[in-house]
């Protein structure tokens, strides 16, 4: 079962939440950190084995210049603009490229082959009986899903329970691209107006893509009520809420763990998860 | 000779707009016959991505050998320079008029390449 941790807003404490939910099942469970503009679940987990990693790919035109008399199909196919045929010339934006494969089958030349363009790369190493994943996407490449879905795909498949996914931040292609695959998706937020507000653009998303869902409030006794009024009025859960503190922030610029700092945080934590579970088995 | 001039209007006297790939139309320009025709660029304003590259492909299917705006991005530079097409700015905020005044007196800048960076930079 994959449960994934999202927000519209950033900062709110996805990654606190998806590390503290990780190491306090007891089962074998997996983390994925699909945030790959800034991949960090791994400082936060305890002293593990080396990384392993591979390299990921997409596929990008690759146009035989000899073969190509710039008719322009292409170009005119190519909804994302990364193609540009100008009669004299036909120039491939790669970055722009969403790779569909479409402009290579088009092609009434078959001048267009697709090559494959490296964007990044996933580490994977072992805890016990945690199994943790996270994509890096190499700097300057402005498109992140493909390798949010690559790394979605790298829990091994002899394994099976638990996948606690920490999604990008915001409710655009790359936070869709990680919930995607969601059996259920808590949404973090956090009692301000920026956090109701974007809450509420993550919701939207949420049910538009009907995934079943609940709240959690950071920090719940800073800020007001709004967040809890709105989530009351739209029937949404709040599953779990987390006292600002002081302690956190010092134990997370240490690289330590919600469970580090407010141990007391764990009950909660495990009926959270257990009760997300257990709803989604009755279906 | 033709000159493409962003606009947010259609005419000579409609303003001159500093974006390239996001402006509403091009004011293309004859200088040999003082002809002036409209190209439409209204498919860039909701483009996801990718607008200077449509823009350029826009001008350079209208036959223009020259390119008047505010700016130029490093892929809109890339495919107007590969179309063989060069590139003036201009600081006006004024008409398009105004602008074609200053290109024909010789006063504005002609780009050896972007002048700003693109927008994932």
């Known amino acids: ?283 | 000779m033709k000159i493409a001039f962003s606009s947010s209007g259609d005419s000579l006297e409609s303003p001159f707009e500093s974006r390239f790939g996001r402006c509403r139309k091009f004011i293309v320009l004859n200088d040999a016959d003082d002809s002036v025709e409209v190209v439409d660029n209204t498919q860039n304003l909701n483009a996801a991505q990718g607008a200077g590259i449509q823009a350029a492909q826009n001008v350079a299917n209208a036959g223009v050998q020259c390119v008047v705006s505010g700016h130029c991005g490093p892929k809109a530079f890339m495919t107007l320079d590969a179309a063989g097409i060069k590139v003036y700015t201009c600081e006006s905020r004024g008409s398009v008029a105004d602008a074609l005044d200053a290109f024909k007196k010789g006063e504005l800048p002609q780009l050896a390449g972007a002048d700003v960076n693109g927008h994932w930079q």
């Open chain 1, 1 to 283: 079962m994959k449960v994934a941790v999202a927000s519209g807003k950033g900062g709110t404490g996805k990654t606190t939440l998806s590390v503290a939910l990780a190491l306090s099942v007891e089962e074998p469970v997996s983390l994925l950190d699909c945030d790959v503009e800034e991949p960090n679940c791994h400082l936060f987990l305890p002293k593990h084995e080396p990384m392993q990693t591979r390299e990921v790919f997409v596929p990008v035109p690759h146009i035989d210049e000899s073969l190509c008399d710039n008719c322009g199909a292409c170009a005119r196919f190519c909804q994302f603009n990364a193609i540009a045929s100008l009669g004299v010339k036909t120039l491939v934006f790669s970055d722009l490229c969403h790779s569909c494969g479409g402009c290579a089958k088009i092609c009434p030349k078959g001048a267009i082959t697709e090559m494959d363009k490296l964007i990044g790369k996933i580490g994977s190493f072992r805890i016990g009986e945690l199994f943790f994943a996270g994509g890096t996407l190499d700097v300057g490449q402005p498109i992140s899903p493909p390798l949010i879905k690559e790394v979605l795909k790298s829990v091994p498949g002899s394994r099976d329970g638990l996948v606690i996914v920490d999604s990008p931040p915001g409710t655009s292609c790359p936070m869709v691209a990680a919930v995607s695959e969601a059996d259920f998706v808590i949404l973090v937020t956090e009692p301000t107006p920026f956090g109701l507000h974007d809450l509420k653009i993550a919701v939207e998303t949420i049910r538009e893509i009907r995934k079943p869902h609940c709240v959690v409030i950071n920090r719940c006794d800073s800020g007001d009520d709004r967040v809890e009024q709105y989530c009351d009025k739209q029937g949404i859960q709040i599953a779990l809420k987390i006292p600002d503190s002081r302690n956190m922030a010092v134990a997370y610029s240490q690289g330590k763990t919600m469970l580090d700092a407010m141990p007391e945080m764990r009950p909660g934590l495990e009926s959270m998860i257990n009760n997300v579970i257990l709803q989604q088995k009755r279906k």
